[in-house]
């Protein structure tokens, strides 16, 4: 009897918890009357909104970086290299770059931060990027952070804590960088 009784609890606590991943409902938005839409809808930044502004040129360089850490934004800096050094004569017959005619970059993962760089510096990513990124050892600071008997105590240990970790180091870099240039301290 107490067999059966139990089996009974375990099957009715088991399609009990079950029955929480089910849903019957569905959600529907409708149009807010309130906020009446204008004829105009605002710019959007989009490959197809680019490729209308630049209908006029006759070269639209579009790139695309992938993930995979530092040897991805080794590969993408490398790619920005390429094309600061391919001569192109722009539409005035002007010499100019491969590079000077880039009009979206799309980038994840490592790849991000050579196009954020990119995005944030322009032409002083080549005077700058590979000491202040390529060739820091952010493995070792990792390790130690690993180790600390602080990081051991927080939360579980997930792959966005670590890319919060290595970004949080970079920046700090850049801040104390800043300061050492205009001779301010903490």
Same mark, same amino acid.
């Given at each position: 009897?107490?067999?059966?009784s ?17 849903a ?17 809808p605002?710019?959007? %930044?989009?490959?197809k #909104?680019k490729a209308q502004?630049?209908?006029?040129? =006759?070269?639209?360089?579009? &790139? !695309?970086? *992938?993930?995979?850490g ?44 050579t ?5 944030l ?13 390529? %060739?820091?050892?952010? #493995?070792n600071?990792?390790i130690?952070?690993?180790? =600390?008997?602080?990081?051991? &105590? !927080?939360? *579980?240990?997930?792959?966005?804590q ?13 801040l104390?960088k ?9």
């Amino acid at each position: 009897m107490a067999r059966s009784s139990r089996i009974s609890v375990l099957s009715s606590s088991l399609l009990f918890l079950l029955s929480g991943c089910s849903a019957t409902s569905t959600i529907t938005n409708p149009p807010s009357a309130s906020a009446p839409l204008s004829h105009d809808p605002p710019p959007t %930044y989009s490959l197809k #909104s680019k490729a209308q502004d630049f209908q006029q040129e =006759s070269t639209l360089v579009l &790139l !695309s970086f *992938s993930g995979g850490g530092t040897r991805a934004a080794a590969l993408s800096y490398g790619v920005l290299k390429g094309l600061q050094d391919y001569p192109f004569p722009n539409s005035h017959g002007e010499q100019s770059t491969l590079l000077d005619k880039v009009s979206v970059i799309s980038s994840v993962s490592g790849g991000s931060f050579t196009s954020a760089y990119y995005g944030l510096y322009q032409d002083e990513i080549f005077e700058r990027y590979e000491e202040e990124f390529l %060739y820091q050892n952010f #493995s070792n600071d990792l390790i130690d952070i690993l180790f =600390s008997p602080r990081y051991w &105590l !927080s939360s *579980s240990i997930v792959p966005l804590q670590r890319l919060i970790t290595i970004i949080r180091h970079f920046l700090m870099i850049q801040l104390f960088k800043i300061f050492e240039v205009t001779g301010q301290s903490s």
